[in-house]
């Protein structure tokens, strides 16, 4: 028998049961549940992450829809409670649905919903920043000023890496990842060298008309160049950015052989999933290579650091906030109360996902469709 949980309940005499399983910033996602008849609950345990057994209480005997987070495991089990429960839609509040098995979702008919349009750029400036924050020691030296051992200035004091004109890789050029590029292409003026299984045109033409730029300006044009395997970019790139999805293909993809074919001097940045770094192989990497600098936002076993990882003071490390600004975030919680009631209404599924403004427009009804359904095709919804 599940255990009870503590609930906070708007609207109600809602015809349509929707739980969240965690409180989301803003208010206009409840708004527009409970103006289309919806009674929202929202789970209010104290528990950062929910188990299983914790959300199979939420879920109930009746619930048309639920709201998670990347924290959860929603596999078999959920699925097939939600679709007892007569249960029609699940949305993950992020882009990243590797904590889903979409699989048992089509099984059961359900759709699962993301959040991409709204976190592309949140994401890549939090990528940006840990990169310069590693690059230029940021953290290290804020530690040494608050422990009052500045004494003056000196030449050797905290000497990082400069920027420009290096070259910057990017592993994963989707939607972050050609945003991230373009950051410190435009910001930095570096060159650019990426490796994903598709080539990204746009980011290639973006980059070829920036150096032509640069060139008519009388200053040295970037350049770009896609990688033919992973480890050219590992090789000659100065800063090294991760921004693929975590499927089995890009499980510790960064291991012990590939840190050791990067250079001593390298920066790493990790805003995707931990599971892309065999976080261990890592730890050794920075104690014998105290020039090569990291900065994670993410972690293999979240909440928790691999043994050593808080001792490297080569390691700036922050709590997997890479989405978490204001706009950003209640853009989430939006997109995914829109993805759990446009199901539960019949709407259509929105022609193109990364373009989410119509939905997140504050003054204005959103479309009469899901944002982002990623299973549409395979439970036979139709697009707009
Ligand atoms: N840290 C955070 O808070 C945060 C925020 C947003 C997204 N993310 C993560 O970032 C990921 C990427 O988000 P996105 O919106 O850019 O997704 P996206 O689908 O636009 O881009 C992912 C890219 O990875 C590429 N890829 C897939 N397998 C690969 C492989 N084996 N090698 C190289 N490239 C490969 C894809 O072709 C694609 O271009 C999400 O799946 C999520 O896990 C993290
Ligand atoms: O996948 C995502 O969206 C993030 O990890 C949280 O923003």
Redesign the pocket.
């Known amino acids: 028998m599940a255990k009870p949980v503590s609930i906070e309940v708007w609207n109600p005499n809602g015809k349509y049961r929707v739980v969240s399983t965690k409180s989301m910033p803003g208010t206009r996602w409840i708004r527009l549940l409970t103006d289309q008849d919806c009674r929202v609950e929202i789970c209010t345990d104290k528990k950062t992450i929910l188990s299983v057994e914790d959300i199979l209480a939420l879920i109930g005997d009746k619930c048309d829809g639920v709201i998670g987070q990347l924290t959860e495991d929603w596999g078999e089990v959920l699925f097939s409670a939600l679709k007892r429960a007569g249960g029609k839609a699940f949305s993950n509040m992020a ?2 649905y ?1 904590n889903v098995d979409v699989g048992a979702a089509n099984k059961y008919g359900i759709a699962v919903g993301n959040t ?1 349009g709204v ?2 750029e949140t ?1 890549a400036e939090l990528a940006a920043s840990l990169s310069l924050a590693a690059s230029r020691r940021i953290v290290e030296a804020d530690q040494f000023m608050r422990a009052g051992l500045y004494d003056g200035w000196l030449p050797h004091l905290f000497v990082g890496n400069l920027l420009k004109g290096q070259t910057v890789g990017v ?7 050609s945003a991230y590029a373009r950051m410190m292409i435009e910001g930095f003026k570096m060159n650019l060298i990426y ?4 080539q990204a045109t746009r980011l290639e033409k973006f980059v070829t008309a920036y150096g032509q730029f640069l060139k008519a300006n009388g200053e040295q044009p970037v350049t770009w160049k896609r990688a033919a395997t ?1 480890e050219d970019v590992l090789r000659e790139a100065d800063v090294i950015s991760l ?5 089995k ?2 499980y510790h993809l960064i291991n012990k052989e590939r840190l050791a074919i990067m250079k001593k001097e390298a920066i790493l940045v990790n ?3 931990g599971p892309v770094i065999d976080e261990a192989a890592l730890v050794e990497h920075l104690k014998q290579n105290p020039m090569f600098r990291v900065g994670l ?2 972690f293999e076993e979240e909440p928790f650091m691999k043994p050593g990882l808080a001792d490297q003071e080569n390691a700036v490390v922050v709590p ?1 906030i ?2 978490a600004s204001k706009w950003t975030r209640e853009g989430m919680a939006t997109l995914a109360a829109l993805n759990v009631l446009g199901k539960i209404k019949g709407y259509p599924i929105w022609s193109d996902p990364n373009r989410a403004e119509p939905f997140l427009n504050e003054n204005s009804v959103p479309p009469a469709a899901c944002p982002s359904i990623v299973n549409a095709k395979e439970i036979g919804l139709s697009k707009l």
């Open positions: 882009v990243g590797n991409p976190l592309t994401t592993i994963g050029a989707g939607r972050i990842g490796y994903d299984l598709y992973m921004h693929p999805v975590l499927d293909t890009t805003a995707s999933r936002d993410v997997h890479a989405s």
